[in-house]
């Protein structure tokens, strides 16, 4: 590599260190009009989620998935114990199951609706099997989530020809909505259009060829400043 080569690398390193520190200048002088892009986000996300956003619902029951008839007590049936979880888990969500519930609690929702709003899970380390459901209504959300677990009790019981699961916990009535979350929205709107701002300056700054200054003439055209005119008028005494 020639020295010419390595002034030029030299140079344009010096020109990529210019732009840098110009665009970080420029987003230092700006700064009012960021945190102002921040704020206005933020408010109009919350704004948006408070009137626009369902608020959600959620109330969950739980059932003993091992009936009177199996017992733990050896590896075998804890083994069984586990495979009997993942089973229930099927029948729960199985289309029998839903539309018991649909039809005992006269829904307006389809199948593929309440699938949508229930969720079924196994607390790690037990034989416990949890019916999640979240809607608008609270009232609603609690009847579907203790209908969601007498139904999947009945048809375990049908299905494995055992006896009915135990109901371990009713579903209460949630005092508070667990969706949309306030401050998630106005987190993500407020830094949203912050950044929209950040690149609208940066874009408008790396367009904007114009010559401004004395810098500006060695740096776009490489010539040296012979002289300068101040662009404010003095006044005459």
């Known amino acids: ?57 959620e109330s969950s029951s739980m059932i003993y998935v091992l009936s009177k008839t199996t017992s733990v007590t050896s590896a075998i049936d804890l083994q069984l114990s586990k495979q009997l979880t993942v089973d229930f888990e099927t029948l ?39 019916m999640t459901v979240q809607d608008p209504d609270p009232e609603r959300a609690k009847e579907i989530a203790d209908a969601m677990a007498d139904a999947t009790a009945d048809r375990v019981s049908e299905v494995m020809l055992t006896d009915k699961p135990s109901n371990v916990e009713s579903a209460v009535v949630a005092k508070h909505p667990v969706s949309p979350n306030i401050k998630k929205y106005g987190l993500i709107g407020g830094l949203g259009v912050a ?11 790396l367009l904007d060829d114009t010559i401004k200054n004395e810098d500006d003439v060695k740096k776009y055209l490489n010539a040296v400043t012979l002289a300068a005119l101040p662009k404010e008028k003095r006044k005459i005494n």
């Open 1 to 57: 590599m020639n020295e010419n080569q390595v002034q030029s690398f030299n140079q344009d390193d010096d020109e990529i260190e210019i732009d840098l520190v110009e665009i970080a200048r420029l987003l230092l002088r700006k700064w009012w009009l960021i945190i102002a892009g921040l704020l206005i986000g933020a408010i109009a996300a919350m704004g948006i989620a408070k009137i626009f956003v369902t608020p959600m619902y």
């Open 195 to 205: 950044i929209l701002i950040i690149a609208i300056l940066v874009l408008l700054h």
């Open 92 to 130: 729960a969500k199985s289309r029998p199951v839903i539309e018991t519930v649909i039809d005992d609690l006269n829904l307006d929702y389809t199948y593929k609706e309440m699938l949508e709003m229930v969720t079924v899970e196994n607390p790690s380390s037990t034989s416990i099997l949890r």
